[in-house]
């Protein structure tokens, strides 16, 4: 009996676990940054190279960090959900153009619409290596204290926007300064 | 032939496809060497930052060089990098709690392999000495009753 019940023991074990790394992603890196202050930059506005922007800047407010670029392929298919946000004034949204052409960028956005309250630009990847950015798109929600709460690798999506993106900012709306 | 030596001319092509870095003090060149090895590049998941041609492997390699001529050791930049991307940047993983299992596991199934082996080969010995005591039996019997049979018959073979 116990010749049968080993191996089927054995197989049921692996089997559960195959079957959990099967549901897994693997280029889903978990982020180090939840719950830690926004990582600090000074970088030059898009629209006006001549400024600055910090995080400084942003603080007492809920502002989405949105890093793309016009060469980014899947960047094309947030734009639009990107867009609608936007519309809607649920929050700031801040652009990290990444390693991008600036002339590029500014015809991307032209074309496609502008859903950005301010572009600003990482033309050597340097602001992208400290936000630990990996594939662009991503993007982070940073609440009024300056604290990164949550983060998305890959394009967001209309389902993300109303399962998790737009609950999120209102509960950081709510909370006090 | 000639196709061969094709094959082989592509192949060796592709360690040279990685920008190359020289840094001035020969101590920082071999901590970049070690540390570009250690790190990995998170766009190819499977390739260390010293193998891949992704930009963001460059960005990185860029980083690493950088901060060894700032005077930043070893650990600082292992720190940064872990810091910014996680764990998971780590080819060879930090050794405490959540990694436990990824360094016990394979000594584990060893010792395991181990103990199963023994039991089957102690499990084996002790039945062929089962079958041969039992063998011997059977030949104490027979013998005996072959005296048995003598004695009876008186006869002398």
Partial sequence: MLKYIIPLVLFIIMA???GVGLTLNPSEIPSPFINKPAPNFSAPKLNAPQE???????????WLFNVWASWCVSCRSEHPVLNDLAKLNAVTIIGLNYKD???????????????YNISIMD????????????????TFVIDKKGVIRYKQTGPVTVVDLQKTLIPLLDQLQAEPQ | MKRLLFIFILLSGSCYAVDYRQLSDPKQQESYETLTKELRCLVCQNQTIADSNAELASDLRRQVSEMLEQGKSKEDIIQFMTDRYGDFVLYKPAFKGKTLLLWIAP??????????????????????????????LQRDTDKQKKIRSLLNNGEIS
Avoid: C, H
């Fill in chain 1, 123 to 138: 033309q050597d990847g340097r602001i992208g290596i400290d936000y630990g950015v990996y594939g662009v798109p991503e």
């Fill in chain 1, 101 to 115: 052409d600036p002339a590029d960028a500014k015809k991307w956005l032209g074309s496609l619409g502008n859903p």
């Fill in chain 1, 52 to 62: 600055l922007l910090t995080p400084a800047d942003l603080k007492g407010q809920v």
């Fill in chain 1, 16 to 18: 559960v676990f195959l």
């Fill in chain 2, 107 to 136: 000594i584990a199934f060893l010792v395991i392999g181990l103990m199963a082996v023994l039991l089957v080969i102690r499990s084996k010995k002790a039945k062929e000495k089962l079958t041969s005591d039992a063998g011997a």
